[in-house]
């Protein structure tokens, strides 16, 4: 069975303290995984895609790596504005549908 | 521009009235999707359009309908809802309901639902 799993659920930093977050996969045929930021109460924001094992994508403070079992977000010196929910989603070529983890809500501290 | 917009941004109705949600795009998207997300969990999938053609109805009860008027407008008709139908419905559109590039989805704001 298809599963997406992002871990941990939560996640406090301080302003400035780096960290990861994890999102593993068991799909077969996948043809991209996505991450998204979601605000309260917002529609979620595209953040990345990556389509195949070793690519890397950048934006800010945020940097997605993928492998073949799992994809890192790597937040940089965060700051309390990078406070959300971010979501991973696997793509793949049954179905063409995403399908979503649980997301991480990352909460930053000044 | 990657905008996508829904209105009305709130809504409550009573389980005997019917309302409508608007989403439209004017990026030259051909497939747009309904979601369904409730507090604290991922977005879960609803409908597919592609090229106005409903593609996917993920067992969707029928007091839910869709609507695809066009390649820029979708619409979700509303009908004797039930409480536990509250919830945060979004709508997302991407280039082509297809894999690789054109499959990025890009989601509107949402409308928040409340059923009394």
């Known amino acids: 069975e298809d599963q997406v799993t992002q871990s941990p659920e939560a996640l406090r930093l301080q302003e400035g303290e780096s960290s990861s977050l994890n999102c593993s996969y068991t799909?077969?045929?996948?043809?991209?995984l996505f991450w998204y930021r979601q605000d309260p109460g917002k529609g979620p924001e595209f953040l990345f895609t990556?389509?195949?094992a070793g690519e890397e994508k950048e934006k800010e403070r945020l940097k997605a790596t993928l492998t073949k079992k799992e994809s890192f977000l790597h937040i940089t010196a965060p700051k309390p504005e990078d406070s959300a929910t971010y979501l991973c989603a696997v793509f793949k070529a049954a179905g063409n549908k995403l399908t979503f983890g649980g997301g991480t809500r990352v909460l930053v501290k000044p | 521009d990657t905008e996508v917009t829904q209105t009305p941004k709130h809504l409550v109705m009573g389980m005997t009235n019917k309302k409508s949600l608007k989403c439209e795009q004017h990026m030259g998207h051909r497939a747009m999707y309904w979601y369904k997300q409730k507090a604290k969990k991922p977005p879960e999938l609803m409908f597919v359009?592609?090229?106005?053609?409903?593609?996917i109805n993920e067992s969707v009860p029928s007091r839910f309908s869709p609507e695809c008027p066009n390649s820029s407008l979708l619409n979700l008709h509303l009908h004797a809802l039930q409480p536990e139908d509250s919830a945060l419905y979004l709508c997302a559109s991407s280039k082509q309901w297809t894999s690789g590039g054109d499959s990025e989805q890009y989601f509107g704001p949402g409308t928040r639902l409340t059923v009394t």
């Open positions: 990556l389509y195949s």
């Open positions: 799909v077969s045929g996948l043809r991209g």
């Open positions: 359009y592609s090229y106005e053609k409903l593609s």
